[in-house]
């Protein structure tokens, strides 16, 4: 039992090299978008806030297969980022953007058992 619970933790996770990569072209990408102003918010170090830490840290969870905790950061950085910044979202985005990531998440957590039952039946 315990080699199953092992072997199924083993194959969940990337190789370190794979989540240094993908962190690497996350930050890239964010380099990218930061110097050539993409957002319209002035200088490269108001692109790297708390909230686009938070952002990052649930990019590189959900890219690492951790679903939940990712999609959780990039939500709360999102928010935080918007309020902040003083974007206008329309009423709509507002009042469906919570009851989204929830139902978001939930989804998550159905797809993360699937995985795991398909893995264990292989």
Do not use: C
Not at 51 to 69: H, K, P, Q
């Amino acid at each position: 039992m315990k080699n199953s619970e092992h072997f199924l933790h083993r194959h969940r996770e990337h190789h370190p090299q794979v989540s240094i990569g993908l962190f690497l072209i996350v930050l890239g990408l964010a380099l990218l978008v930061a110097t050539n102003d993409m957002l319209h918010l002035g200088s490269v170090k108001d692109y790297f806030t708390w909230e686009t830490v938070l952002i990052f840290i649930g990019a590189f969870l959900f890219l690492n297969l951790r679903f939940i905790g990712g999609l959780v950061m990039i939500a709360l950085g999102s928010w935080f980022f918007i309020a902040n910044h003083d974007y206008q979202l329309p009423q709509i985005v507002k009042t469906l953007y919570w009851p989204a990531v929830v139902i978001l998440i939930g989804l998550g957590f159905i797809i993360s058992s699937l995985l795991r039952g398909v893995k264990k039946d292989n």
